[in-house]
């Protein structure tokens, strides 16, 4: 395998599911309640008469809300709660990474592939092997922990921290994984 072969990628959208799924709808519900919580501040303002015309300043508020919030305020927001993870495999590094809102890439880690202790399938047969490792540090970069194509591979980083992380692969990436540390990957795979 050349460098040109020896590259597998795979990003895959979040599932929306658990704390995921919640953020989600707290930040939707937050859209609409900062509108009403403006309106509800000047009310009692005005009511105290600390602020007058508090009520017509609550009320211009709105539609210009409404006109910046899908400009402006959802853009700079959602993205946050809009997430990809991304699997790499180049130049015989693998890179987890998580994009935000398909523009802003944060990677979780890069290290050598044939500094891999272990790429196992997240089946049954091999969870006993991950808990034994003892995980200090452990990075979910999948769709979700359901999916029949997640793999975990772990290591002992250079400061001794033990790290376990979960990913979803292709075939591709099998291979490239099985040509640059052939003793310590397990092929089965649906994709």
Avoid at 102 to 118: F, G, H, T, W
Wanted: a positive charge; proline letters at 4%; hydrophobic letters at 45%.
């Amino acid at each position: 395998m050349n460098e040109i072969t020896n590259h597998a990628e795979l990003t895959v959208e979040r599932k929306k599911e658990g704390k995921y799924r919640l953020k989600r709808i707290l930040m939707i519900a937050a859209y609409f309640a900062v509108p009403v919580l403006v309106f509800v501040i000047f009310a009692i303002l005005e009511d105290a008469r600390v602020v007058g015309g508090g009520g017509y300043i609550a009320v211009f508020f709105i539609p210009i809300w409404a006109f910046l919030c899908p400009k402006v305020v959802v853009p700079f927001t959602f993205l946050y709660v809009d997430i990809e993870e991304k699997m790499d495999v180049s130049g015989g590094t693998l890179t987890l990474s998580r994009i935000y809102g398909k523009r802003k890439e944060q990677i979780y880690i890069k290290v050598k592939v044939a500094d891999l202790d272990a790429i196992v399938p997240n089946r049954d047969e091999y969870k006993e092997q991950i808990k034994n490792f003892g995980a200090d540090r452990v990075i979910e970069c999948v769709s979700s922990m359901n999916h029949p194509d997640v793999y975990c591979a772990y290591y002992t980083d250079e400061k001794g921290q033990k790290v376990v992380m979960y990913f979803e692969v292709v075939e591709k990436a099998l291979k490239v994984f099985k040509f640059l540390n052939a003793n310590t990957v397990v092929v089965p795979v649906s994709r």
